[in-house]
């Protein structure tokens, strides 16, 4: 079973920032695309960002779009979801994912991913 750990979720006030990390230790994300989820209670889970395999190329769904950025650190074998000006609607458990197959570039849509990290929780309240 492939593992995934993030980490860095907790809880902040409206306006802040909080950044997340991916990693394994079991294969290089590089070779894979990586994606980051979120899901409420109650909601189902949606794609905030994904990068790409090889030259890492990100996006974003509309709502985070200037807010979040996502990066891979091939050294470090990490992706980062950094998370500013956050709001209330942003809470939830966010997940790493990734992707295996030849296909190169990263969707939003959750049925594309293969393997996913136990999450980690983002409360943004004040």
């Known amino acids: 079973q492939v593992q995934l750990v993030e980490s860095g979720g907790g809880l902040v006030l409206p306006g802040g920032s909080l950044t997340l990390s991916c990693t394994t230790s079991?294969?290089?994300?590089?070779?894979?695309?990586i994606g980051w989820f979120r899901q409420a209670p109650g909601k189902e889970r949606e794609g905030v960002s994904c990068i790409s395999k090889g030259d890492g190329s990100a996006y974003y769904r509309q709502s985070v779009k200037g807010r979040f950025t996502t990066s891979r650190d091939d050294a470090r074998n990490t992706v980062t979801l950094q998370m500013n000006n956050l709001n209330p609607e942003d809470s939830g458990v966010y997940y790493c994912?990734?992707?295996?197959?030849?296909?190169?570039?990263?969707?939003?849509?959750?049925?594309?991913?293969?393997?996913w990290g136990p999450g980690t929780p983002v409360t943004v309240s004040s």
């Open positions: 994912t990734i992707a295996r197959g030849l296909w190169r570039l990263c969707t939003l849509d959750k049925n594309d991913y293969d393997y």
């Open positions: 079991e294969f290089t994300l590089e070779s894979y695309r």
